[in-house]
């Protein structure tokens, strides 16, 4: 009977809070949840930062960083102007180092590096109205996961900075698709000199996708994409090993792990 009264009790309690998500918040994880009909806003506070979420039909949307600290909480303003916040618990990860056996500094690197940083920049910067990240997140490519989100890479010896997505090997010329529905803000062709055959693809609410070393792009700068639409080709472009896709995901300027939030990869 007192357990019967407790799981009333935890119901009744969820069902008037104003912010309910799934899932437990964790390092490069992505948070998706409902939020009350009187929630007019919703914002991530993490450290010193606050980030505005997602948020549509009730549904929002929040990622937390590959180095987000430990504690953090969701800040939901009523349509009277009161805020109610709700603590998160961010769960640490142990990060793996992986050795690559390719050069830190590509040739030509220093002098066409800033060029390329500020066309990633203003790509990102771009804000669109997609709709994309009320979707589940798609794998874009079948193949094996041999380079892990977080990881610490060395590079021919030298250390670089972590692993910011997840590398799918995969036979050169295998098919890349959309992980979900957006606008292409960023086709480079030709190759960047770490990225190589760099597509952006903004999924709206803060959420894109960065899919590198493509052996060719078959889309636009501009272009709407739909979930699973071809997109490009996997290649070796780059400071790449061999073939492969490098998957990124990011939140408003946190780097996420697709892993988490695309759920185990098919086949």
Do not use: C, K
Request: hydrophobic content about 45%; glycine content about 14%; charged content about 20%.
């Amino acid at each position: 009977m007192r357990l019967l009264i407790a799981a009333f009790a935890l119901a009744a309690a969820q069902a008037s809070a104003p912010v309910v998500w799934d899932g437990a918040a964790t390092q490069g994880g992505l948070l998706r949840g409902t939020v009350r009909g009187d929630v007019v806003a919703l914002r991530l506070r993490s450290g010193t930062q606050e980030t505005p979420a997602a948020l549509s039909g009730g549904r929002f949307m929040v990622g937390l960083d590959r180095d987000a600290p430990a504690t953090g909480s969701l800040v939901a303003t009523l349509r009277d102007g009161t805020e109610v916040e709700a603590p998160l618990a961010v769960a640490a990860r142990a990060w793996r180092i992986e050795r690559v056996n390719a050069p830190y500094r590509p040739p030509r690197f220093d002098a066409r590096r800033p060029a390329e940083l500020a066309r990633i920049a203003a790509a990102r910067a771009q804000g669109t109205d997609a709709t994309g990240w009320l979707e589940p997140i798609r794998w874009p490519l079948v193949g094996h996961i041999r380079g892990l989100f977080g990881a610490q890479r060395i590079y021919q010896g030298v250390p670089g900075g972590y692993h910011g997505g997840i590398d799918i090997a995969a036979p050169a010329g295998a098919v890349v698709r959309a992980p979900a529905a957006g606008r292409v803000t960023l086709a480079a062709d030709p190759p960047f000199t770490l990225e190589g055959r760099l597509l952006l693809i903004d999924h709206g609410g803060g959420l894109g996708s960065a899919l590198m070393h493509l052996s060719r792009i078959d889309v636009t700068e501009g272009q709407q994409v739909a979930a699973g639409q071809p997109v490009g080709a996997v290649g070796a472009t780059g400071r790449a090993t061999g073939p492969h896709l490098h998957w990124g995901l990011t939140w408003r300027g946190a780097r996420l792990d697709p892993l988490l939030a695309a759920g185990p990869p098919p086949g």
